[in-house]
């Protein structure tokens, strides 16, 4: 039932076709947390930030029942800041601006209190600094995931598969995906990524859903036909927050609770483009999730009977 | 529990990055008329073929319990031809040659024998002779699905759009359903589409599954991720006649049975890419159909219970 989220807590600012938002909070750390708190669990964070963050924002994390204990707050030095223009298709983004500022040397620290925590989800970070938490945890969490990024395949592969090797479960895009593995078919890149010495392995499809792999097992996650999405900012961590919170919640890796684990990660990520930055994830109730859950299993339900 | 299905019957000669073939059978009624034969009724088929078809693909074609009464066989002209060559993504095709030859002129001729047909379903023509087809039935199908493509948006949109508001139900894909509407979101474009005058609305979304809307509800099919695809030349055509074929044998229209076909359609559909043209299509038995019904159960099963 706990779970430890590693992952940045930055200052984002982001442009769509829809609007312009300046300095908002942002960071993997962020949207992780905020999702995963909607599962009845206090998500202990470790993270950095500069002399610039501010109490508001530190308090706003704990309204929302995240520990901010390991939160380092560099005196310093300021807080990690992003910048990016997305365009009429949503599907490709530009960064204009990424200062690491405090990510820089980022070290990460476990307070005594996040020791022998249960589930461990690494969000997007150096390979060595996520390996570093998983060394400095006195036991070994029963579940690990872990997201990364095309930039750590590029810079650093071999520390990314070492750290790869040592979690139970990856969660990355298509195009990562075939980046990892040299393979365009997701289900040979499927497999070659799960021999990295992964059990589960989540492929990320944007609007189109997820696929959750096991040795022998693929489920298919619908994406849920929106409106309009704003600003995808964060989705992918939101699902990730999703899934985790929920399996922190439920407390039992089974492939039937993945699969739940993957819906509740598209329901949150699904309200999360809604609207700009965490906007829409400081507003959400369980009714809002429960309704949303319910429109899942419409969109994915059928009842086949083979003959 | 009768089917009448008019598309056209033809030569395709086909390049991929795995092979190549010369002059096979293919066409969309081709397609759709043996994936359709599968759900145990005898597919009444409409088309034109030249003098250079062939007896053996006319046998062959009733060999699968195809009824070919309503193909035309004009004495001085020669049979569709189509040759394309997809690239490696196999999202991209290029078409080499397109010489319409028996059909650029076809005028769709309905036997005695097919009249009072309960399931129509309309393959990608010119949408002139779509309507000829329904105004040429002494009795409205009880039910009418057609196929269409971006060539008749350019060409002759009114004509289409006149078509469509004739018919039940409506199957393109993402792109084609992006220009029709005009909007970019396929939830919006679903409803724009819908309001043209149709009761569903199918979008397909080649490897990521389809999507099916009425007015009030929506439906998600999975992709089935593959190792390989060999060739998607006549996949939307299997799709469809997997579906059409499915919705005629049940013969009872409602939104549990549409979501099935679009299963069925699935189903036969990514047989369909796993060899070249229609070869797999002719090699198939029922239990390869139900194991492959299995596989889709399991690909989009889940039990959540959101509290």
């Given at each position: 039932m706990?779970?430890?989220?590693?992952?940045?807590?930055?200052?984002d600012a982001i442009e769509?076709?829809?609007?312009?938002?300046?300095?908002?909070?942002?960071?993997a750390g962020t949207y992780i947390s905020l999702a995963a708190s909607y599962f009845g669990i206090q998500p202990k964070l470790i993270?950095?930030?500069?002399?610039?963050?501010g109490n508001e924002n530190l308090e706003l994390l704990q309204k929302y029942n995240i520990d901010i204990e390991g939160i380092q707050i560099k005196k310093d030095e300021k807080t990690f800041f992003w910048s990016g223009k997305y365009h009429n298709d949503m599907n490709t983004r530009q960064t204009l601006v990424t200062e690491l500022n405090s990510l820089e040397k980022?070290?990460?620290?476990?307070?005594?209190?996040?020791?022998?925590?249960?589930?461990?989800?690494?969000g997007n970070l150096s390979?060595?600094?996520q390996r570093q938490v998983i060394e400095r945890l006195t036991v070994r969490p029963k579940f690990i995931a872990m997201d990364t990024m095309n930039f750590w395949m590029n810079i650093m592969l071999d520390e990314l598969l070492k750290t790869i090797s040592m979690v139970d479960m990856l969660i990355i895009n298509d195009e990562e995906a075939r980046q990892l593995s040299g393979e365009y078919s997701l289900l040979k890149a499927a497999r070659k990524i799960l021999s990295f010495g992964l059990k589960y392995l989540i492929i990320k499809k944007g609007e189109h859903g997820a696929l959750l792999f096991s040795e022998n097992q693929i489920f298919s996650a619908p994406g849920l036909p929106l409106e309009e999405v704003f600003d995808?900012?964060?989705?992918?961590?939101?699902?990730?927050?999703?899934?985790?919170?929920?399996?922190?919640?439920?407390?039992?890796?089974?492939?039937?609770?993945?699969?739940n684990g993957v819906i509740a990660g598209s329901a949150m990520a699904s309200f999360n483009v809604q609207k700009f930055g965490v906007e829409q994830l400081l507003d959400l109730n369980q009714k809002m999730i429960y309704e949303r859950l319910q429109q899942f299993v419409q969109l994915a339900h059928f009842n086949y009977q083979p003959m």
């Open positions: 706990s779970l430890l989220i590693v992952g940045s807590v930055a200052f769509t076709p829809f609007g312009k938002t300046d300095r908002i909070l942002g960071g993270s950095v930030v500069g002399n610039d963050f980022f070290d990460p620290e476990i307070p005594d209190s996040y020791q022998n925590v249960e589930f461990l989800m690494l390979p060595v600094v995808p900012t964060g989705a992918g961590d939101t699902f990730a927050g999703g899934l985790i919170g929920y399996l922190a919640r439920e407390n039992q890796i089974t492939f039937e609770n993945l699969k």
